[in-house]
């Protein structure tokens, strides 16, 4: 087990006020479905993914805007979560399960031929 020190890790308030982050959005990040993450727990999904030798989730560590598909937006879904199933962290399942959430929101729409956008702040 770890010490309780490493406790804030788990912890989602340590990341509430957090600087950086990551957007999500279809055409602006001032939409009102937009996201922002946390670009520490972003990462943690990144890195793990690239310790798996996933392909499409390392594709989102780029400092300009990723322009994601709808075929790429289904690999994102399968990845991340593939990801988050080995994890034991739940600041990491809950923004896994957050980019999954509005992801899928897109692809039930048959007709749906947008791109979503992930940017690093």
Do not use: K
């Not at 804030?8 to 999500?24: F, K, S």
């Not at 030798?53 to 709808?70: F, Y």
């Not at 994102?76 to 962290?89: G, K, Y």
């Not at 929101?105 to 690093?120: E, I, M, N």
């Amino acid at each position: 087990m770890y010490s309780d020190r490493f406790a804030d890790r788990l912890d989602p308030e340590t990341y509430a006020d957090d600087d950086a982050g990551v957007e999500v959005f279809e055409t602006d990040p001032s939409e009102g479905d937009a996201l922002w993450l946390s670009e520490r727990v972003f990462r943690r999904l990144l890195h793990a993914a690239r310790a798996y030798e996933l392909h499409t989730v390392p594709l989102l560590d780029e400092r300009d805007p990723v322009g994601l598909n709808r075929a790429r937006c289904q690999a994102v879904v399968d990845e991340i979560a593939f990801v988050a199933e080995r994890l034991r962290d739940p600041v990491a399942a809950r923004a896994a399960q957050t980019i999954t959430d509005y992801l899928v929101a897109r692809l039930r729409q048959p007709s749906w031929d947008g791109t979503v956008t992930f940017d690093a702040d």
